[in-house]
């Protein structure tokens, strides 16, 4: 009798299936989840986990999928801890670059990402950094509350206009195409590109031009966007030599993933004025930002915010539940990354 009720008690809590989510994200997910029957745990520190904590929560329950965010670093050595049982790791950003993939492939897991559903909003914030850096909002907004408005001025933080210039997006996949299309259609810009693959809906779309190399890129356009994802090739391709090709009135915009740039050599370019600005998402050492960088007046920075919008965290939360009820019913997860 007792070992049968034992074994009803195992396997009835083995039949739900648990998820593991590292932080809260929008409500929507676990909304779903637990509308599909899952269990979900959600990580009680609510801030960023260390590696000692992320180890000992996966290592706590026969999980079956775990979301996590881009500040968790999922590599092999955390990914060697998880239950045998998890069949999904979702990260809830399109960038997976916090995840060893391949050791995750190894264990038989799957790893999906976000995209599409943040392409609109993420390009909207991108816009909306070059706007303020090209016309000195943030800058302006200071000013004021520093009580330093005393009447206006002509010669007072004198911008420069984007309308009819050039964009130079280094990585031109979706996110880059989507700048292209409001600038080029909203602001008359000329577009040209350099990415590891020829873009011709791009160049039908928005008449843009590419070019083999990066260095072509840099050294023509008025407004540099980088939109690659962090990989080994991808770490300081915005270096110090590739910042010297910039043209002295040229601003700088990165909504991707800090290491892609030197944030050293970029904090050199601003100080010894080789380049008009930057306006910056994302950050090599985040949350960390370079000090330096806080002292230059045309720079403009944000904190990893370009895809926080409600209508877009809430359908990345529902993207994040469909990937795993996919998963753990068997069926393929439409976002599952190579
Ligand atoms: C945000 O940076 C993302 O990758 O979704
Ligand atoms: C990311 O979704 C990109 O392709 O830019």
């Known amino acids: 009798m007792t070992v049968l009720f034992l074994m009803l008690c195992y396997y009835g809590i083995n039949m739900t299936k648990q998820i593991f989510m590292t ?3 929008t409500s929507r997910a676990e909304e779903m989840l637990r509308a599909a029957g899952y269990e979900v745990t959600v990580s009680k520190k609510n801030g960023v986990l260390t590696r000692d904590e992320l180890k000992t929560a996966l290592a706590e329950q026969s ?9 968790d670093t999922i590599d092999a050595d955390v990914i060697s801890v998880m239950p045998g049982s998890v069949k999904i790791i979702a990260n809830y950003a399109v960038g997976f670059n916090n995840i060893d993939v391949s050791a995750a492939h190894t264990r038989g897991m799957v790893v999906t990402n976000t995209p599409e559903v943040l392409t609109s909003t993420v390009a909207e914030h991108t816009v909306a950094l070059i706007l303020t850096l090209a016309s000195r909002i943030a800058e302006g907004d200071r000013y004021i509350r520093e009580g330093k408005f005393v009447g206006w001025d002509p010669l007072l933080l004198l911008g ?11 990585g031109a996949g979706r996110i880059g195409s989507e700048v292209a299309g409001i600038l080029h259609r909203g602001f008359g810009m000329n577009v040209i590109y350099c990415d590891v693959n020829k873009n011709e809906a791009l160049e039908a779309v928005c008449d843009a031009k590419y070019y083999a190399t990066h260095e072509q890129v840099l050294r023509e356009a008025d407004v540099v966007s980088i939109h ?13 030599g590739r910042l010297s090709m910039m043209k002295k009135s040229a ?6 993933r800090g290491s892609v740039v030197d944030e050293a050599a970029l904090v050199n370019a601003l100080a010894e004025k080789t380049i008009r600005g930057a306006a910056l998402d994302v ?3 985040e949350p960390k930002v370079n000090e330096a960088l806080l002292e230059i007046p045309n720079v403009v920075v944000n904190p990893h915010l370009a895809s ?15 990937n795993i009820i996919e998963t753990l019913e068997g069926r393929n997860a439409p ?3 190579a």
């Open 23 to 25: 932080r809260r994200i």
């Open 63 to 71: 999980y079956d999928a775990v979301v996590s965010l881009l500040t």
């Open 160 to 170: 420069t206009d984007i309308k009819g210039k050039t964009l130079g997006l280094v």
């Open 228 to 240: 690659v994802p962090l990989l080994p090739t991808t770490h300081h391709l915005i270096n110090a």
């Open 251 to 256: 601003i700088l915009v990165n909504t991707s």
């Open 283 to 285: 950050f090599e050492f």
């Open 308 to 322: 926080a919008t409600e209508e877009t965290r809430t359908k990345m939360a529902e993207m994040v539940a469909t």
């Open 335 to 337: 976002n599952a990354v």
